[in-house]
């Protein structure tokens, strides 16, 4: 078995084809018929663009508009008027047009590959991919035909290029691997939607792979297994039957409105690391992101990232999501978050030390930085802050307080923020809990956060395999606790989301309609499950059975009575 990165859900199994490419050598020659090698350019890029609109038209079918705007982008790239200037002039000065276009194509190549964001990077792959495309209609190679490839068929090669997916008959292709790519590159988005299972980044699979030999190929986990036995692939079957089941029923409620049987309607949102995960939350139907856990910012980094690239990364989700929600949460390092740059000193309780808003009130530069950054990026879309670790009051007032000093501050500087932005808290400490009513006159919202709601409640570290007996959110403890920090909010007029990955647990979902949660924050392949959770749930239902529950003493009780309700 190899591993690479799981782009694609799913799990194809089918016999291999190699794609193998063909050498696009030539060697550079003098061109003698200016004339005739201009025009003999021309038709090469005439037949491109008419290959690739047949292929962008096939592409609306089987993937919708917007897949098919990307083979459009390939005869942007082309007829890029630079591009076919420079062409032109090197041709004029004797170069052949293979020359002449290949050197220009490594020109915007460089350039795209050279870019900070992952985004741009990948616009070299297409430019690579439309490089290829003229260049063997320029040398007269026949392209390998991937519309002939018979039904099972898993496709095997270095790098994987829109075009040539778009050229494949979606029905045949049970797989995809490829050496290169990553889950942001166009073929990697073609491949989701077409719902072909692909894993991407395999190490030395042209080696391993010998084409008509049988292949597995797991989009979830990102395994591959070639050449498989009967358990594995009996295995493999079982599991791929299920999801393109689940995924079936599923699909009815991409693009619904989130509401309970009853019709109240709630807020489902997705938890982010990445500016570039807000298109993903968007690409699994989420609406908007209730968590942007920022130290991934930080832990990218071997010193804190400066006030202008932490606001570029808030302004790209921002832009993003165009006006849907964005919390930001603040730095929430120490405990087991790690970020070896600021030297945070070994403490013999780091669960419980100089962590999150502890260590950014203390360090008002790092923080002052950040909040900046949110503020500024506040101007491009509907954002709030959010602190996380909040245990007293006086927390959320010096945060505030800081903010209102940031907000003078840029007014004065003439930089555009939102004046009304939102500042909310994470409820996940059990402190939090149990002056939840004093915070929530503080605060624009809470977020519970169940993952360290459900370990500062019981006192069991959520790591520590010895106590997870212990750590579970159905615990009556901290089922009280969380329907009283509901209550809290509701009670003071303001809105209780949840972050934690309970909000995404079938047999949460009905205890939290019952409390009155409003905003469900959860994975992003998780929104389509969570939204047809909440549409099974009247409250009169969900009261019923939240009734019962909290009459129940044991989380094991608790545990048996849910498992016959959902
Ligand atoms: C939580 O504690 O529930 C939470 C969402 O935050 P994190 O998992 O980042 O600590
Ligand atoms: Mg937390």
């Not at 797989?175 to 990697?188: Q, Y």
């Not at 990955?501 to 409003?518: N, V, W």
Request: hydrophobic fraction near 40%; aromatic fraction near 6%.
């Amino acid at each position: 078995m190899t591993k690479g990165k799981g782009v694609s859900v799913g799990v194809g199994i089918g016999k291999i084809l190699l794609v193998e490419e063909h050498s696009l050598e030539y060697t550079p020659h003098q061109a003698e018929d200016l004339i005739g090698e201009k025009a003999r350019f021309k038709s090469a890029v005439d037949v491109f663009c008419e290959n690739t609109r047949a292929q962008a038209e096939s592409l609306k079918i089987t993937a919708g508009e917007k897949e098919a705007e990307i083979m459009l982008g390939h005869i942007s790239i082309v007829n890029d008027p630079f591009l076919l200037g420079e062409v032109d002039k090197q041709i004029d000065s004797g170069t052949c047009a293979e020359a002449a276009f290949d050197s220009m194509c490594e020109m915007f190549i460089q350039i795209f590959s050279a870019a900070e964001d992952d985004m741009t990077r990948q616009r070299a792959a297409d430019v690579r991919d439309v490089r290829a495309g003229v260049l063997r209609l320029l040398l007269g190679i026949n392209e390998i035909r991937l519309s002939d490839a018979p039904a099972g068929t898993v496709l095997c090669a270095k790098e994987l290029t829109p075009s040539m997916i778009a050229e494949i008959k979606k029905e045949n292709i049970a797989g995809i691997v490829t050496e290169t790519g990553s889950s942001t590159s166009h073929s990697a988005i073609l491949a989701r939607v077409l719902e072909i299972p692909a894993v991407m980044s395999v190490p030395g699979i042209m080696e391993a792979a010998k084409s008509g030999d049988d292949i597995i190929v797991d989009g979830g986990t990102g395994e591959v297994i070639l050449s498989p036995d009967t358990e594995e692939l009996e295995k493999a079957a079982e599991k791929r039957d299920r999801l393109l089941k689940e995924r079936r029923e599923l699909e009815k409620y991409r693009g619904k409105e989130t509401a309970s049987a009853d019709g109240t309607v709630y807020e489902l949102v997705c938890n982010i690391g990445k500016p570039d995960d807000a298109a993903k939350a968007l690409e699994f139907d989420g609406e908007g992101v209730g968590l942007f856990r920022t130290e991934f910012l930080f832990m990218d980094k071997t010193s804190v990232p400066t006030e202008e690239e932490q606001f570029e990364a808030y302004k790209k989700a921002a832009i993003i999501l165009k006006g849907k929600p964005l919390i930001i949460r603040t730095l929430d390092i120490g405990g087991d978050k790690d970020i070896p740059y600021l030297g945070l000193a070994k403490e013999e309780n780091p669960f419980m030390g100089f962590r999150a808003i502890r260590y950014c009130l203390n360090n008002p530069e790092l923080f002052r930085t950040q909040l900046r950054a949110i503020l500024r990026a506040s101007a491009f879309g509907n954002v709030s802050i959010m602190f996380p670790l909040i245990t007293c009051v006086e927390e959320v007032r010096e945060g505030k307080a800081l903010v209102e000093t940031l907000k003078a501050e840029l007014k004065a500087e003439g930089i555009a923020f939102d004046t009304n932005i939102k500042v909310g808290i994470m409820t996940e400490t059990a402190a939090s809990g149990i002056i939840a009513d004093l915070l929530a006159e503080e605060s624009d919202f809470f977020s519970i956060g169940t993952n360290d709601l459900t370990g500062y409640t019981m006192a069991a570290d959520r790591g520590n395999a010895d106590v997870s007996y212990l750590y579970s959110a159905l615990q009556p403890s901290v089922l009280r606790m969380i329907r009283s920090i509901i209550q809290a909010g509701r009670s003071k007029g303001i809105p209780v989301g949840m972050c934690g990955e309970a909000a995404a647990d079938p047999m949460m979902i009905p205890l939290l309609i019952s409390f009155g949660l409003t905003e469900f924050s959860v994975s992003a392949p998780s929104v389509l499950r969570v939204r047809k959770c909440i549409s099974e749930w009247t409250k009169e239902k969900a009261d019923k059975t939240a009734e019962i529950v909290m009459s129940l003493k044991t989380e094991q009780e608790i545990r048996d009575y849910l498992s016959t309700v959902i």
